[in-house]
């Protein structure tokens, strides 16, 4: 089993539409992260938390919230998802020092 | 912010060519992460380098780290196809905040 896993792998949704990524994880970090990756722009972070009680905002957090439901659990929701929206989302989870282990993704089309 | 500069941004080069890539920033980091990103796929840490001057080689590839620490190069020799990927350098924020910066990323393409 990886590591990281996020689920879905791939989805299509409708504009207004209230949709969860979800991420866990095996590898018992406290740090957890959300990015975004469109091409040209690299990775932009989303939210982190470095335990269950820590929420922080990231670069790029209007439209998005999350819940860290447990140290091995982390997801992103989009309230109410906009074409703009479309993207590659990622959850990372790091100790530290030792870089930073990533998902194999979420691929989002907001139509 | 503690921006981290990549170039080239795109290179494509013919199988057994070598290349270098570059990250590069005006401040200094106490380390330096490479990671590869293969299509469909998230980004895989390749190596960190930390003292400056450090030179790590993994296999064909060979990491640098500049003596002054704002810096470091990806060098990789005889390139083969698998080698095709987005390279990503990345700091761990202001401070060692563990709050991490990515470059954009050097897209390589290497053809058979």
């Known amino acids: 089993d990886a590591d990281v896993t996020q689920t879905p792998r791939n989805r299509i949704t409708k504009t207004g539409k209230r949709i969860m990524l979800e991420c866990s994880q095996t590898?018992?970090?406290?740090?957890m992260y959300w990015y975004r990756q469109d091409p040209g722009l690299g990775l932009q972070l989303i939210y982190y938390?470095?335990?269950?009680?820590?929420?922080n905002k990231g670069e790029i957090s209007d439209g998005y919230s999350v819940s860290r439901q447990a140290q091995a659990k982390f997801s992103l929701s989009l309230e109410s998802a906009i074409p703009n929206q479309t993207a590659l989302y990622f959850c990372?989870?790091?100790?530290?020092?030792?870089?930073?282990?990533f998902g194999s993704g979420t691929r989002l089309t907001v139509v | 912010t503690q921006l981290l500069e990549q170039s080239p941004q795109f290179l494509s080069i013919q199988e057994g060519e070598n290349l270098t890539v570059y990250c590069n920033s005006s401040?200094?980091?106490?380390?330096l992460q490479w990671y590869r990103q293969e299509p469909g796929e998230g980004p895989v840490l390749l190596v960190t380098?930390?003292?400056?001057?450090e030179v790590k080689k993994l296999k064909r590839l060979t990491f640098q780290f500049g003596d002054a620490r704002k810096d470091s190069s990806l060098h990789i020799t005889a390139a083969q196809p698998g080698d095709t990927g987005l390279y990503l350098c990345?700091?761990?924020?202001?401070?060692?905040?563990?709050?991490?910066?990515f470059g954009r990323g050097t897209s390589l393409i290497v053809h058979p």
């Open positions: 401040s200094v980091f106490s380390s």
């Open positions: 990372a989870t790091s100790d530290k020092g030792d870089g930073y282990t």
């Open positions: 380098v930390v003292t400056g001057g």
């Open positions: 990345a700091h761990d924020g202001p401070g060692g905040s563990y709050i991490p910066t």
């Open positions: 938390s470095f335990d269950v009680k820590d929420i």
């Open positions: 590898k018992g970090h406290d740090r």
